[in-house]
């Protein structure tokens, strides 16, 4: 036994944790009979903060993956060393996200009917989701109301102004030019809102008329590409607050974000574009010069073939992609020539993540 426990904290000097200090309090908190957690909910019975802060180790038995402590208080926790292993260095049970390849639609398509009756079939067709950021699934029904059936195997869906759902179609004087039959160049739902939605729902009910393919673009891919190629317009994308503005005779909705936005280690957090809703900030004009060509070199990759995917959504197909990550269009269809008629819904991040983790953790 050669760990060194201080008054406070302990030091491992061997096994997977060699090096790492456990404070006291952070060890006595993590205490999990039933003394002190719901061995059903998994929630603590007690309030932490009330804890007293002198507590000190006063004795421990570490042997192979099991810590025994007995704390000043005396209490007693059996630890395993598996368990503080993934809470110290944050392993997730989720791989890290990949951006696309070439072949990235041959791995897309999910046979709904094989899914309803194989866990293992589902687990892989939402890890691909969590991978590449969208599936397409293939053998659902074709009626109306398919998509809100499916979102809800799910959880919980997110409702908005436009309703708990919407029919892609085209109509007259329509609120937004979703519900017209011209083609639309890739863009994010919704930048306007708070939160944005996370995730979109689109199902195909039918899709006859000429035209009318969808697109997606990886906004993980460009930004990779941006910040290794073209630094100086990833830095300006990723450093501008654009408002994003809807209105309609209801309501009026803003937000600001950037066209790029990373999170606190400087990853690839969230793509938003809409330049039908976009309303640049009134910069000095040698930053919106640059800005301009940024934003333009932007749309420029997401409507070139190297990092957009096309292909038909038939009757009885769904795709679900991650609004905060792919761009998503479609081409224009002359609606003289058939019937298209989509209908979609949102639902957020922690659905899809939760469903995920609960089928993952047994
Ligand atoms: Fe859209």
Known sequence: MSDIVNNTFITFTEGPLIGKSLHSLWLRERLSDKK???????????????????????????????????????????????????????????????????????????????????????????????????????????????????????????????????????????????????????????????PVPGIQLLHCIVNDAEGGNSTLVDGLKITNYLKKNEKHYFDILTSVEILFHFADKDVVLQNWGRLIELDSKNNFKQIRFSGRLDYVPALNPEQLTLFYQARKRLYELCTSKDFMINFRLESGMLVMFDNHRLLHGRTKYDPSSGNRHLQGCYIEHDVVEGKLRRLLIK
Do not use: C
């Open 36 to 194: 002190h957690l719901d061995q059903i909910n998994l929630q603590r019975l007690y309030e932490p903060s009330l804890l007293d802060e002198n507590i000190y180790i006063e004795k421990f038995l570490h042997k192979g993956n099991n810590l025994m402590i007995i704390f000043s208080d005396g209490e007693t926790g059996n630890f395993s060393i598996k368990d503080i292993l993934d809470e110290v260095y944050q392993h997730d049970i989720f791989p890290k996200k990949k951006q696309w390849k070439e072949n990235i639609l041959k791995k897309s398509y999910h046979n709904y009917k094989s899914l309803k009756t194989s866990l293992e079939l589902t687990i892989d067709m939402l890890r691909n989701f969590h991978l590449f950021g969208f599936v397409i699934l293939t053998h659902m029904s074709k009626k109306k109301g398919a998509v809100i059936k499916f979102a809800e195997t799910l959880g919980p869906v997110r409702s908005t102004n436009f309703g708990k759902y919407f029919d892609v179609i085209s109509k007259p004087n329509p609120n937004d030019l979703a519900y017209t039959a011209l083609g639309l160049s890739p863009h994010t739902d919704n930048p306007y809102r708070k």
